[in-house]
């Protein structure tokens, strides 16, 4: 039975176009994929989109697997992370104002995303309260780097500065946020 070879003889199979190796190679992998490329993505129409154009990848790449460079599954995640992390910068690709973001997910009603689960409302509220107190440069710095997931130098692009003021606006931001929310009395 397919579902008893190793993750390397499956690809092997799939490479050759094996059906079944195919399907077993795809059962053993998908949860992990999937799981992964949601977590990047936010979406899950476009999380099935990517999952399953990082197995027509790896099917097409089979052939570069090298298994002296790493497990067969880490060489599988990789390819879905980049595939998501694409997906993301085309789809973020217009300019991201916080407050425009806000609004939309309140109108939507989804002000609480999956970052915001097991905590409680007033908590989240708080959260939000400290963000709206941060200038708007490092709150834009911060929410690029935080939501958007975007490294200092691509929030510097964006936002026609340095990458040394991006970095400086990213961690002062951080700081004036933990300072905010450590204290216990609300100001």
């Known amino acids: 039975m397919s579902s008893d ?11 050759a176009g094996d059906p079944d190796a ?6 053993r ?19 099935e989109d990517v999952a399953q154009e990082t197995f027509v990848r790896a099917w097409k790449h089979a052939r570069t697997y090298d298994p002296r460079r790493g497990r ?3 060489w599988l995640l990789t390819i879905a992370r980049n595939l998501a992390i694409d997906v993301v910068r085309v789809r973020s690709a217009e300019p991201l104002d916080p407050e425009v973001v806000a609004a939309k997910l309140q109108r939507a009603g989804v002000a609480s995303g999956p ?13 939000r309260r400290a963000m ?8 834009r710095a911060l929410f690029l780097a935080a939501y958007a997931g975007r490294t200092a ?25 933990r300072d905010s929310l450590e204290s216990p009395y609300e100001v």
């Not at 992998?29 to 999380?47: C, H, K, N, P, S």
């Not at 709206?132 to 490092?138: H, S, T």
């Not at 929030?155 to 004036?176: F, Q, S």
């Open 5 to 15: 070879l190793s993750d390397e003889a499956l690809l092997s199979g799939l490479a």
């Open 22 to 27: 195919a399907t077993a190679f795809t059962r």
């Open 29 to 47: 992998f998908q949860a992990r994929v999937y799981g992964l490329v949601l977590t990047i993505v936010r979406d899950e129409g476009v999380a």
């Open 72 to 74: 067969l599954a880490t």
């Open 115 to 127: 970052a915001d689960q097991g905590f409680p409302a007033d908590e989240r509220e708080r959260v």
């Open 132 to 139: 709206a107190d941060l200038p708007p440069e490092q709150r």
């Open 153 to 177: 130098r691509e929030v510097g692009e964006i936002e026609g500065i340095p990458l040394g003021t991006a970095k400086t606006r990213i961690r002062t931001a951080m700081l004036r946020l």
